[in-house]
């Protein structure tokens, strides 16, 4: 057991560390999601109200849900960039040879990025009144759950990108390929009423959106008819979980690859 442990505290503690000492990371993954908020959330308000979101709400509200998720979208980014730079700087290589499981390896990397993006997921959470959307101590428990779980999954799938790049460039590249798609298809920008078919099979098959939706339930605990057409909370929380497990056994094969 201490064999396991002691690898996941050492990695989850180096980079919360690794992150206390580059401020930047925190206007990169929360400033700049907030300010795509107010621009798109305000501009879009005077436009259109997105079919299937409450009675009474704009977009701004709309957006908000989404907004956090890409705060934890780009936390798992910046922290995962970081496994391309130790493999230029030999840690990675020298954390491989150590005599521990890949998987206590992957672990700790993965829950690091996610204490990260939890973290700034919750600093988020507090501008929810300001969008008319009340706050309990329920709502604020099971948010944060939700936003645990998809950390998780998120950062195992950019572990699962960065541990097969050799450089920053390309794993920006493959990031604009897959990571935003997943996002912009999760139903965080747009629902799925009204668009073509092929599209909202898409939307359904996206594991994401199973996330956006129990993101968007237990902020709405206070009036679940609001959001009475996303899929219901707890098989959003089950296919969530199932997304978590199976990109961390993908992060621990590509590990394993990687070390081949």
Do not use: C
């Not at 700087?89 to 672990?107: N, T």
């Not at 493959?174 to 798609?181: E, F, V």
């Not at 057409?229 to 993908?250: D, G, K, Q, R």
């Amino acid at each position: 057991m201490h064999q396991v442990l002691l690898p996941v505290s050492t990695l989850w503690g180096r980079e919360i560390v690794r992150f206390l000492r580059q401020r930047s990371r925190l206007v990169g993954a929360f400033a700049q999601p907030l300010v795509f908020w107010v621009l798109l959330g305000s501009g879009f308000s005077a436009s259109f109200r997105p079919p299937g979101s409450p009675e009474g709400s704009g977009y701004l509200e709309y957006l908000y849900p989404g907004i956090i998720t890409l705060v934890i979208l780009f936390t798992a980014i910046f922290a995962t960039i970081a496994v391309v730079e130790d493999r230029k700087s030999g840690f990675l290589q020298g954390v491989l040879v150590a005599p521990v499981p890949r998987g206590s390896i992957v672990l700790g990397q993965a829950l690091g990025s996610s204490t990260l993006a939890v973290l700034q997921g919750a600093l988020f959470l507090l501008l929810a009144p300001f969008v008319g959307i009340p706050l309990s101590i329920n709502t604020a428990v099971l948010v944060i759950g939700v936003l645990a779980l998809v950390s998780f999954a998120l950062s195992n799938l950019g572990l699962v990108i960065a541990w097969r790049m050799d450089s920053v460039q390309g794993f920006h590249a493959i990031m604009n390929l897959i990571l935003m798609p997943i996002w912009f298809l999760s139903g965080a920008f747009f629902p799925a009423t009204g668009l073509p078919i092929w599209l909202v099979w898409v939307m359904h098959l996206n594991p994401l959106s199973y996330g956006v939706a129990a993101l968007r339930r237990s902020l709405y605990l206070h009036n679940p008819l609001a959001v009475a057409h996303l899929p219901p909370l707890a098989p959003a929380l089950l296919v969530t979980l199932a997304f978590a497990l199976s990109t961390f056994l993908l992060a621990v094969v590509t590990a394993h690859r990687n070390e081949e």
